[in-house]
């Protein structure tokens, strides 16, 4: 709790470090004879690969904080560089500064992140500059880890939902398309809900108004997914159904991983006569595109007529 009240909070604490490694390695380097602007002056002046040196070029040009917590060298490579200044004569003091600056980044990270990634990530905030990037990354890091994790993974995915008026005042219908494009299993033994039948009142009981077809007529028995089988990958994707307490899902079945085992799978299914005015039981209607399965894309569009006054804007969370 010490650190609360005797650090400054995190994006001034760690601007100011910043400045001062970046002033130091500038000293240093220049101290030795070497262009801070030339990552190659550097390999050759002070004896480092060219990774290294690239990097302490990098800290010392970039203006983005964020940017110089990224390019930070690990502990050896800042041994290596400052012995490295040291043979090719920087002085001493001047090296002796840049130390104390490093030891001023290492505070950093044991104040406020304890880890050099958590750091990283936390820098995102100090500057808009190459946020893109970073943010890019990080996205490609979650995708890789929730398809280990999960053992399946999709390039695009897509939901579409459309309400339109009943066939009496007071009702609507309610159709909805949901799409996996190229999507893959990791392991064999993995299993996936494709679609599902369910809807609750507000209380969470079943709610038993309102009657479902799917939109493709060729898949309308009662045990049947409601594929849209034009827009599927053939053979068509194998499911099974798998009652649940609220309704009834259709989960793929273990099979083929990896691009030999890649299938896409559209389902779509209309739900009609859903009463949208309030009642004591049910006073709020919601439409929601949960993005549960490691995808390179979500595609989501919602229409709903413009008769329907209450409808509110979307929110994005």
């Known amino acids: 709790m010490s650190g609360t009240t005797t650090h400054p909070p995190f994006p001034t604490h760690a601007k100011a470090v910043v400045r001062a490694v970046r002033g130091a390695f500038a000293e240093v380097v220049t101290s030795a004879g070497a262009d801070a602007?030339?990552?190659g002056s550097i390999s050759r002046r002070i004896g480092l690969n060219r990774n290294l040196a690239w990097k302490i070029s990098r800290i010392?040009?970039?203006?983005?904080?964020?940017?110089?917590l990224t390019q930070m060298p690990g502990s050896s490579g800042l041994r290596i560089f400052l012995r490295g200044s040291e043979r090719a004569g920087a002085n001493a003091g001047i090296v002796q500064t840049a130390k104390a600056a490093i030891e001023d980044f290492e505070e950093l990270i044991r104040v406020h992140s304890g880890d050099r990634a958590t750091l990283e990530m936390m820098g995102s905030e100090l500057s808009e500059q190459g946020n893109r990037q970073r943010d890019e990354q990080h996205r490609k890091l979650l995708f890789q880890g929730g398809s280990y994790v999960l053992g399946v993974q999709t390039?695009?995915?897509?939901?579409?939902?459309?309400?339109?008026?009943?066939?009496a005042d007071g009702l609507l219908d309610?159709?909805?398309?949901?799409?996996?494009v190229d999507f893959r299993r990791l392991r064999q033994d993995?299993?996936?809900?494709?679609?599902?039948?369910?809807?609750r009142n507000d209380d969470g009981s079943e709610m038993t108004t309102g009657a479902t077809e799917p939109i493709d007529p060729d898949f309308a028995g009662a045990d049947e997914a409601p594929l849209i089988g034009a827009y599927c990958s053939q053979p068509l994707p194998e499911l099974r159904r798998?009652?649940?307490?609220?309704?009834?899902?259709?989960?793929?079945?273990?099979?083929?991983?990896?691009?030999?085992?890649?299938?896409?799978?559209?389902?779509?299914?209309?739900?009609?006569g859903i009463p949208y005015y309030r009642t004591e039981s049910n006073e709020w209607g919601e439409h929601s595109a949960i993005c549960d399965v490691p995808a390179e894309m979500l595609l989501?569009?919602?229409?709903?007529?413009e008769s329907f006054a209450f409808a509110l804007d979307p929110e994005t969370f």
């Open 60 to 68: 010392i040009q970039d203006e983005d904080p964020a940017a110089a």
């Open 300 to 305: 989501m569009d919602l229409f709903i007529h």
């Open 190 to 199: 993995v299993t996936w809900v494709m679609a599902s039948r369910h809807g």
């Open 155 to 167: 390039r695009v995915v897509l939901k579409i939902g459309l309400v339109m008026p009943g066939a």
């Open 174 to 180: 309610f159709a909805s398309v949901n799409g996996l």
């Open 37 to 39: 602007h030339d990552p």
């Open 242 to 272: 798998v009652e649940q307490p609220s309704g009834v899902s259709f989960e793929l079945v273990e099979g083929r991983v990896g691009n030999t085992g890649a299938l896409t799978c559209y389902v779509g299914a209309i739900q009609r």
